[in-house]
């Protein structure tokens, strides 16, 4: 296995170089996407030992993502990994879903997280626990935790992939479309960390919107 990280990021300066670092001895490669920060996250992920591709202005987690997996498909990677920059994700965790896909041979490995009821706020474990039985229904297979950002991917699920989403509808459009062509899906066992930042979701709307724009993955979009 080669893999490749990929972490999108957006004024992440206090937390991405620790990413970074954490991911080092882990993967082959890291590549970090300055989503157009207003602070020192693309000097703090470049000294910590990433490359790193810079937007001029923010266009959101969708085109990051995007703009990495352009620049690291052609590479001789066999798997991308997909972390976020904020340390909601445990970097030396990388190795539980890397371990996965070794032994299963998935297209898509998605980080679990192992959800206390009375240790999350309750518009996330709720929404997730909504969102996640919705959306395991339109992808075919069941999925515990379908809005993890922290996966891995084979680059064979990925390589020739139509993605349009710009924002984080990106995590929703890439399970589905992989899972349209065929691809297995495993889960591995992460932590759900809480760092005491307010949350962006928004918990009716997200979810239903979530819905939504997997049906549309599902019948509408072409691959």
Do not use: W
Request: proline share 4%; net charge positive; charged share 25%.
């Amino acid at each position: 296995m080669n893999v490749h990280a990929l972490i999108p990021a957006f004024d992440e300066e206090a937390t991405v170089g620790e990413v970074v670092r954490g991911l080092a001895s882990i993967v082959d490669g890291i590549t970090v996407i300055d989503d157009g920060s207003t602070d020192r996250t693309g000097e703090r992920a470049r000294a910590a030992g990433g490359t790193v591709i810079r937007h001029a202005r923010k266009s959101g987690k969708g085109a990051a993502v995007r703009t990495g997996l352009a620049a690291i498909l052609p590479t001789a990677c066999t798997h991308v990994l997909l972390i976020d920059a904020d340390l909601q994700h445990r970097p030396d965790e990388a190795r539980r879903l890397i371990d996965v896909a070794r032994s299963t041979d998935a297209a898509l490995v998605i980080g679990e997280r192992q959800f206390v009821r009375d240790g999350m706020p309750a518009s996330r474990y709720h929404t997730n626990r909504i969102g996640s039985r919705a959306l395991s229904s339109f992808v075919g297979v069941p999925v515990a935790d379908t809005q993890c950002g922290f996966r891995l991917f084979k680059t064979d699920a990925l390589r020739g992939l139509r993605l349009t989403a710009r924002g984080y509808e990106i995590e929703t459009e890439m399970l589905v479309k992989v899972r349209r062509r065929g691809g297995t899906i495993a889960s591995a066992p992460v932590s759900a960390v809480y760092n005491g930042r307010p949350s962006r979701l928004r918990p009716i709307r997200d979810t239903t919107k979530t819905c939504f724009l997997a049906v549309y993955y599902r019948f509408l979009e072409p691959l």
